[in-house]
């Protein structure tokens, strides 16, 4: 079993920056893809971005966003800048048991409990 804790959420203006952090309990993190996810009021989440042997992100993040993992750590990290009004959402990780990224939430295995994130603009 693998425990997730988001961290990082706040409150911020448009421009601005945020670092999302995801520390993940057991010793295999390093073996496990690791994907954002956001939800925002009254929409379904939607894929943000995943780390597996590369990094991949949504249309709407490319360029502005940066996921970064330390193994060490057992965190992967969100680097958030340039934030805008629609990035505003609740921010989860998720975890795959599996070195194969993707970015279908189905098809992760653990999540975290999820953090705000709201940009005023």
């Known amino acids: 079993q693998v425990q997730l804790v988001e961290s990082g959420g706040g409150l911020v203006q448009a421009g601005g920056s945020l670092r999302l952090s995801c520390a993940a309990s057991?010793?295999?993190?390093?073996?496990?893809?690791m994907g954002w996810f956001r939800q925002a009021p009254g929409k379904e989440r939607e894929f943000v971005s995943w780390s597996g042997g590369s990094t991949y992100y949504a249309d709407s993040v490319k360029g502005r966003f940066t996921i970064f993992r330390d193994n060490v750590k057992n965190t992967v990290y969100l680097q958030m800048n340039r934030l805008k009004p629609e990035d505003t959402a609740v921010y989860y990780c998720?975890?795959?048991?599996?070195?194969?990224?993707?970015?279908?939430?189905?098809?992760?295995?653990?999540w975290g409990q999820g953090t705000q994130v709201t940009v005023s603009s």
């Open positions: 998720a975890a795959r048991r599996s070195s194969w990224p993707t970015s279908k939430d189905y098809e992760y295995d653990y």
């Open positions: 057991g010793r295999t993190f390093s073996s496990y893809a």
